[in-house]
């Protein structure tokens, strides 16, 4: 691969950038190069492989999903040679998955580490990207695809005071990779979503105390890892091509059926038998493989809502505690449902005490530590699992100017507009991998990035072998596309709750639903359809 190209020198020329290499820019990269022949080139702002997996290295942090359907499918090979050592992998082994992938492909030599981009500049007469870092390399390609990931801009909360803090202070996201030492330490931990779940049993077991500062309850079901025997990593190996076919076609892109039935049409037992052998098998079946209709009636919603309240109530000894950790405010599943490890066990420890925010709102950081309405909680160190500005942050972060020198950050300022979460009008030769208005985070995320990768890779072929010289999004497709994709989020209980999926974490961001809720199977089938028609709702420029 040529260098690139300085400040002041002529950019170099590629094919395509591509911006990221964790899941997504790993196999758009090996999908471009390898299979089409494309000249490729990605930066990528960490100083290894990754993404989510390179950043977020924090205690206890681990899949959600199940290691052999969060994993690529597009080679055999790789499928049946990589052995995972449990159900749910930890961080380091889908780090080593990933750094195995580059290396198995070769890819590392078309990435450049430490370089994060800072702009990407459309010239209308060619319809290329100019695209600089933050290291002065600047690069000219015909095609730009982002590959920053929905969870990768760290959201640290503006509390007054940060910077007077005698301690130490860490984001789950940006952990350091030589790990941190609890031990004898006063630990306060804001923020219990997904990541705040799973480091608390973790830091609780090694530090002199921790402090669990939560804002809102969460609901979260065990996860029951453990490790993957040979006999069924095996089985899993042998049926492979029916694991993944079955995870295409199916709602969340796990190969696990949903349930046909409804909550409310069974009797309150056999409701109960459900919800227990789920809660013992663990994981997101509870969710996706119980009833129907949790995320769409708030009467069956309360069913299960109430049957994770009384396992709180069962397994916290505290009642006030156990009070304090029952969620109320939003149905269950409309926010992110985490799974976890002894959650709810850690608030039974002597050394673990819960601060309930919305009775004692943090007010500020002090030298000491974090003083609440109520109290100064003397502490060493805080670490903030306070979440991403999801799905829109990394992008926005980067100044994308498209037509008439108008930027992405401009036609967002209200939230994102896309057509498939692929494209944005205004933007021609831009691709977004699981971008908003795509499935997305509401999926298993490889499952969706194989499908925009794979997507993206036949368009740029069918736009190479017609001579074209770009595509684009039309502003009327774009227009019917959010309008749908909101449409369908109404239907549900997702506008429930305050969640990352709206942007609602983030002051000051547009309340927008991102995510497509109609399931991977069907949006997988919509964008088949409109590549079949010729890619139907897209300008292709000559
Ligand atoms: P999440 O799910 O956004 O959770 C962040 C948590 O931090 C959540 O409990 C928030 O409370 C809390 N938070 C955020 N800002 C504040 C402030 N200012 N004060 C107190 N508490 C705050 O992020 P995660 O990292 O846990 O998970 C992100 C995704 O990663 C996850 O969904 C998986 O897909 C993997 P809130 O609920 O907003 O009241």
């Given at each position: 691969m040529?260098?690139?190209?300085?400040?002041?020198?002529?950019p170099?020329?590629?094919?395509?950038?591509i911006?990221?290499?964790?899941?997504?820019g790993?196999y758009?990269?090996?999908?471009?190069?390898?299979?089409?022949?494309l000249?490729?080139?990605?930066?990528?702002?960490?100083?290894?492989?990754?993404?989510?997996?390179y950043?977020?290295?924090?205690?206890?942090?681990?899949?959600?999903?199940?290691?052999?359907?969060?994993?690529?499918s597009?080679?055999?090979?790789?499928e049946?040679?990589?052995?995972?050592?449990?159900?749910y992998?930890?961080?380091?082994?889908?780090?080593?998955?990933l750094?195995h992938?580059?290396?198995?492909?070769?890819?590392?030599?078309?990435?450049?580490?430490?370089?994060?981009?800072?702009?990407?500049?459309?010239d209308e007469?060619?319809?290329?990207?100019?695209?600089?870092?933050d290291?002065?390399e600047?690069?000219?390609?015909?095609?730009l695809v982002?590959?920053?990931?929905?969870?990768?801009?760290?959201?640290?909360p503006?509390?007054?005071?940060?910077?007077?803090?005698d301690?130490?202070?860490?984001?789950?996201?940006?952990?350091?990779?030589?790990g941190?030492d609890?031990g004898?330490?006063?630990?306060g931990?804001i923020?219990?979503?997904?990541?705040?779940?799973?480091?608390?049993?973790?830091?609780?077991a090694e530090?002199?105390h921790?402090?669990?500062?939560?804002?809102t309850?969460n609901?979260?079901?065990?996860?029951?890892?453990?490790?993957?025997?040979?006999?069924?990593?095996?089985?899993?190996?042998?049926?492979?091509?029916?694991?993944?076919?079955?995870?295409?076609?199916?709602?969340?892109?796990?190969p696990?059926?949903?349930?046909?039935?409804?909550?409310?049409?069974?009797?309150?037992?056999?409701?109960r038998?459900?919800?227990?052998?789920?809660?013992?098998?663990?994981?997101?079946?509870?969710?996706?493989?119980?009833?129907?209709?949790?995320?769409?009636?708030?009467?069956?919603?309360?069913?299960?809502?109430e049957?994770?309240?009384?396992?709180?109530?069962?397994?916290?000894?505290?009642?006030?505690?156990?009070?304090i950790?029952?969620?109320?405010?939003h149905?269950?599943?409309?926010?992110?449902?985490?799974?976890?490890?002894?959650?709810?066990?850690?608030?039974?420890r002597?050394?673990?005490?819960l601060?309930?925010l919305?009775?004692t709102p943090?007010?500020?950081i002090?030298?000491?530590?974090?003083?609440?309405?109520?109290?100064?909680?003397?502490?060493?160190?805080i670490?903030f699992a306070?979440?991403?500005?999801?799905?829109t942050?990394?992008?926005?972060r980067?100044?994308?100017?498209?037509?008439?020198?108008?930027?992405?950050?401009?036609?967002?300022?209200?939230?994102?507009?896309?057509?498939?979460?692929?494209?944005?009008?205004?933007?021609?030769n831009?691709?977004t991998i699981?971008?908003?208005?795509?499935?997305?985070v509401?999926?298993?995320?490889?499952?969706?990035?194989?499908?925009?990768?794979?997507?993206?890779?036949?368009?740029?072929?069918?736009?190479?072998?017609?001579?074209?010289?770009?595509?684009e999004?039309?502003?009327?497709?774009?227009?019917?596309?959010?309008?749908?994709?909101?449409?369908?989020?109404?239907?549900?209980?997702?506008?429930?709750a305050?969640?990352?999926?709206?942007?609602?974490?983030?002051?000051?961001?547009?309340?927008?639903?991102?995510?497509?809720?109609?399931?991977?199977?069907?949006?997988?089938?919509?964008?088949?359809?409109?590549?079949?028609?010729?890619?139907?709702?897209?300008?292709?420029?000559?």
């Open positions: 040529a260098a690139a190209g300085f400040a002041g020198e002529a170099t020329q590629h094919d395509l950038v911006i990221g290499a964790g899941f997504s790993l758009m990269l090996h999908r471009a190069r390898d299979l089409l022949g000249d490729a080139v990605v930066f990528e702002a960490g100083a290894g492989v990754g993404g989510t997996w950043w977020n290295r924090y205690p206890g942090a681990r899949c959600d999903s199940e290691s052999y359907y969060y994993s690529y597009f080679s055999e090979e790789l049946q040679e990589w052995e995972w050592t449990s159900k992998p930890a961080q380091p082994e889908i780090l080593r998955y750094e992938v580059a290396d198995r492909f070769d890819l590392r030599r078309n990435i450049r580490f430490d370089s994060r981009v800072e702009s990407a500049v459309l007469d060619t319809l290329r990207w100019t695209v600089r870092t290291g002065g600047e690069v000219s390609a015909q095609f982002s590959a920053v990931g929905c969870l990768s801009a760290a959201n640290v503006d509390i007054p005071g940060l910077d007077q803090f301690g130490e202070w860490f984001h789950t996201g940006r952990w350091p990779h030589d941190v609890f004898g330490k006063r630990v931990l923020g219990t979503g997904s990541t705040g779940i799973q480091a608390a049993p973790v830091i609780a530090a002199a921790l402090t669990v500062f939560q804002r309850p609901y979260t079901v065990p996860a029951r890892n453990a490790p993957l025997t040979p006999e069924r990593a095996a089985e899993i190996k042998a049926t492979y091509p029916a694991i993944r076919e079955h995870a295409r076609n199916s709602y969340g892109g796990f696990f059926d949903p349930s046909g039935r409804s909550a409310l049409e069974v009797t309150q037992d056999e409701r038998a459900t919800y227990e052998a789920l809660w013992e098998e663990g994981g997101f079946k509870f969710l996706f493989g119980s009833f129907y209709d949790l995320l769409v009636s708030e009467e069956a919603n309360d069913t299960a809502a049957f994770i309240r009384g396992k709180i109530r069962e397994v916290v000894a505290d009642p006030q505690v156990a009070e950790l029952a969620p109320r405010d149905p269950y599943g409309s926010k992110r449902p985490p799974i976890d490890t002894n959650y709810f066990e850690t608030f039974n002597s050394n673990v005490s601060v309930d919305r009775a943090i007010e500020e002090t030298a000491e530590g974090v003083r609440t309405t109520a109290a100064e909680h003397s502490l060493d160190m670490v306070t979440g991403f500005d999801a799905m942050g990394a992008l926005l980067m100044d994308i100017r498209g037509r008439d020198g108008r930027s992405l950050r401009e036609k967002w300022a209200a939230g994102p507009r896309t057509y498939l979460g692929l494209q944005v009008a205004g933007f021609p831009l691709f699981t971008g908003p208005g795509s499935p997305s509401l999926s298993n995320m490889p499952v969706s990035i194989e499908q925009h990768v794979e997507w993206i890779a036949d368009c740029i072929t069918h736009l190479r072998s017609s001579g074209a010289a770009g595509i999004a039309t502003p009327e497709a774009e227009e019917a596309w959010v309008e749908h994709v909101a449409e369908i989020a109404g239907l549900t209980l997702f506008s429930k305050s969640s990352w999926y709206l942007g609602a974490n983030i002051p000051g961001k547009t309340r927008v639903f991102m995510p497509y809720v109609g399931g991977v199977a069907t949006y997988r089938q919509r964008c088949d359809e409109v590549a079949a028609q010729g890619y139907e709702g897209f300008a292709i420029s000559a």
